[in-house]
Each structure stands twice: as C-alpha cells, then as structure tokens.
C-alpha cells in the first residue's frame, strides 16, 4: 500500500534518527494491520518516520525508530535482547548514494513496497522520493519487517532489518 503522508518532513537527516522499544503508540499518518499466522502486527507510518506494535499470545512489542525529541537513544547498528520469552534482534544500516542512484534505489523500493500484500509506504511533500517504508513477514517462527528511511537531499538511505521469536530451549 502506498500513500501520500499530509505532514511536514519532519526527520529531515538520517542522523536524527532515534531507536526505542516500548513506547506507547504514537499518533499514525498510515497503519496497515496484519495477522501472520497468530501474531497481530501493526506497521505504522509517522510524521517522524515508523512504529511498529506486535501482539501474540500473552507477549507484546512495541519498536519506534524516529525523529523523538528529547531521545537520547540513537539509531544503533545493531540490538539483541530478551523481551519476555521472545528473542528480539534489530540492525540498521546506512546507505549514501549518488543522486541518480538514489532515485533509481528509491523507485525499485516503492514499487516492491506498494506491490506486496504485507507493504506500507508512504511519501512525503516535497520529494517523490523522501519516503519511509515497511514489509512485513512470518518466517519459520519468526516475524520480521524490514524498514527503509529516504533522504533524498543528504542521499542516504536508512535500512532497518528486525526479527522477533519465542525463544528456543538450550538443548543438552
């Protein structure tokens, strides 16, 4: 799914980036909800970039990468951590691009964004390809989403890879 957010472009620098996890739902531009095989998933796209909420069973998960005034909590490259009885593992990466590069990147995205039944994108006034964008999946246990973050005047791209899952017993 693919819209045009009405807002101003607020995260206007990968560096302003900022990781959470945990935080109450924040007011939401698009939300596409999901169920993939018993898990609820809710990508959502903000005016500062996304949030993602996972509910199943008696286990919740709440992920926010954005612009979050007062966040002393960078983008990092890379998190593993217990939550409940689920594993959870984020990274990110930067991407710079030349500027027709960029384009070219930021067209093969949406268009496989927009085309995909688990897919969220939106863009925001001013570029075409200033966009943030979600696609969801359950793989063997495991949810994942990945996310993408465009600046298309800094020519960077912001990549987001996270998966969650009930964490395995250690076998003797």
């Keep these: 799914m693919l819209t045009t957010l009405k807002t101003s472009y607020t995260d206007t620098r990968a560096a302003d980036l900022a990781w959470a996890l945990g935080r109450e739902p924040l007011p939401a531009l698009a939300v596409l909800d999901l169920e993939l095989t018993g898990a609820k998933l809710q990508l959502r796209l903000l005016g500062a970039s996304h949030q993602v909420l996972l509910e199943e069973e008696e286990h919740s998960c709440s992920e926010t ?38 384009a070219g990147r930021a067209q093969e995205l949406l268009a496989l964004v927009t085309d995909h039944p688990n897919g969220l994108a939106g863009t925001f006034p001013g570029s075409p390809y200033a966009f943030t964008a979600m696609l969801a999946q359950r793989h063997e246990g495991q949810v994942r989403w990945r996310t993408w973050h465009a600046y298309p005047q800094e020519g960077q791209l912001v990549v987001t890879r996270t998966q969650i899952g009930v964490r395995m017993p250690a076998t003797l």
């Design 65 to 102: 990468v954005a612009c979050m005034p007062g966040s002393s909590t960078p983008l990092p490259l890379g998190v593993s951590k217990r939550i409940g009885g689920w594993e959870y593992e984020f990274a990110a990466r930067v991407e710079t691009l030349s500027h027709g590069s960029f």
